[in-house]
């Protein structure tokens, strides 16, 4: 602004109101900096404040302990302070600037670490149902090549299949394995004492050749390179992203490590992570050729409707393991149910809830076994209907495809016509060989029918016509025989 009204009145020759006008100030303003030759500050003569008394009282503790400014703040009201905690809060922050943690700069030998952790992204449809979408991430921490899975869920039975399926992927297992301090893989860390892993997840470790290297509480940069890929995971892969249905999002991540996350040129390395596992590929360890089995095992009670229970979701055994214990192995795509070493039942897993799932198979010995009581007691009271039912169901049998249907007709005859009727029936069917309820049908309806009783005889002709003589017998022939023929 000095140099603009030195300029407006100096080189344009502007009058001084003229200028004021310009340059919207006031002409006694403008007219005192056209005295001063050059541009001086105006001198700040700083105010007193209310804490300029105690700033030597709050250097002092600071000194002898790491108070905070609301501390400091209780300590100088008790010795008559009357400002602000603002105050206090902007002074003790420049006496005491904040410290901002420093971090060493890790290097990781070929085949020496993998960094493993979980990330979380909305909620997914799963058939009817909406579940929280998770995917795991595992990280080579030399080449820097990524694993990428996505789940429903994030138990045992998942984080230990999305190991084994990272391993297969990456034709190896590395040296050790960093993870934070999940349930799935730390039970407990306390400070000053060494952690306690899970047992599986130990097993696990052992079964595969690698140790276990968990981070310190609240230390995640620890494992900075998977922090930093299920941030890219989420920035590049899921943002803006339409997931419409769970079973797409597994073939369009990998085809995303393909020909994206692998192959680009990482910012840290400037090598493509493809090109640099090459290098790391010759010192990862083999695999083990025995699959692991990463079900979670559960010890269920199966129901009176011979099903059990896992996730809400219901599954059915056969009706003979009803009320009986069962061992159950829930892994991430199926369920099989154990009794003893015996299995007995083996399902797709369902990630909805409350729904029921049942082999067909199951229920249909149950059906047929109280189909086979069912038949059982008609034939007691189909045989209690005559001495002759037996006779008569051993001739229906063979002529009739169908004589359980017919049994049953009879008797339903039998509550209409009465037990002596349908008793007198069936001697006359096995008589007259008739075999089938219509024929036992027939027999009742003939005897139950009332015939017309006689009439009187009508004559049509005179009386005189029926006044007949016959001439009496001649019975001589029966005389002249000796003896009877």
């Not at 900096?33 to 105690?54: I, K, N, Q």
């Not at 130990?202 to 299920?230: L, M, T, W």
């Not at 015996?342 to 047929?368: C, Q, T």
Request: charged share 25%; net charge positive; hydrophobic share 40%.
């Amino acid at each position: 602004m000095y140099c603009r009204i030195h300029d407006h009145c100096t080189r344009q020759r502007l009058s001084v109101a003229q200028a004021a006008r310009t340059l919207g100030l006031d002409a006694k303003t403008v007219a005192r900096w056209l005295t001063r030759p050059r541009y001086e500050p105006r001198a700040v003569v700083p105010r007193a404040s209310r804490l300029d008394a105690f700033k030597g009282a709050i250097v002092r503790l600071l000194d002898t302990h790491a108070y905070s400014a609301q501390q400091v703040y209780q300590r100088l009201r008790e010795d008559g302070f009357t400002g602000s905690l603002t105050l206090v809060r902007d002074y003790v922050r420049q006496v005491r600037p904040v410290k901002r943690p420093v971090y060493l700069k890790l290097h990781f030998e070929p085949g020496e670490v993998a960094q493993v952790d979980w990330g979380e992204w909305g909620t997914i449809a799963v058939g009817q149902t909406r579940r929280r979408l998770s995917f795991f991430v595992m990280v080579l921490a030399h080449s820097r090549l990524m694993y990428v899975e996505f789940c429903v869920s994030q138990a045992m039975e998942h984080f230990l299949s999305c190991h084994e399926r990272a391993f297969s992927s990456f034709g190896g297992v590395v040296e050790r394995v960093m993870v934070d301090n999940l349930k799935s893989a730390v039970l407990r860390r306390l400070a000053g004492e060494a952690p306690v892993f899970n047992p599986r997840y130990v097993d696990f470790a052992r079964h595969y050749g690698f140790q276990i290297s968990p981070c310190n509480v609240a230390a995640g940069n620890e494992k900075g390179r998977v922090e930093s890929g299920v941030g890219y995971v989420k920035k590049n892969f899921l943002n803006g992203l339409d997931l419409a249905e769970f079973s797409a999002v597994n073939p369009a991540a990998r085809l995303w490590l393909d020909t994206i996350a692998n192959v680009r040129v990482h910012g840290e390395t400037r090598e493509r992570p493809v090109d640099s596992f090459e290098k790391e590929r010759g010192h990862l360890r083999a695999l083990n050729r025995n699959p692991y089995d990463c079900a979670r095992i559960l010890n269920l009670r199966a129901s009176s409707q011979f099903r059990f229970t896992v996730d809400t979701n219901h599954y059915s055994v056969p009706p003979d393991f009803a009320y009986r214990c069962l061992v159950v192995k829930v892994y991430p795509d199926r369920v099989c149910a154990y009794y003893g070493d015996r299995l007995i039942a083996r399902h797709v897993r369902s990630y909805e809830r409350h729904k029921d799932i049942e082999i067909p198979d199951h229920a249909k010995a149950l059906v047929a076994q109280r189909g086979r009581a069912r038949d059982q007691r008609l034939m007691v009271h189909f045989l209690a209907l005559s001495p002759n039912a037996a006779a008569y169901y051993q001739g229906l049998e063979p002529r009739r495809a169908n004589a359980r249907l017919h049994v049953r007709k009879i008797l339903a005859l039998a509550e209409i016509y009465g037990a002596a009727e349908m008793e007198r029936a069936i001697d006359d069917g096995l008589a007259f060989q008739a075999f089938s309820a219509e024929y036992v049908t027939n027999i009742l309806e003939m005897r139950s029918r009332k015939l017309p009783e006689t009439g009187p005889l009508q004559l049509t002709r005179h009386q005189d016509l029926l006044e007949i003589e016959l001439p009496a017998p001649d019975l001589s022939a029966y005389e002249d025989q000796d003896e009877p023929t």
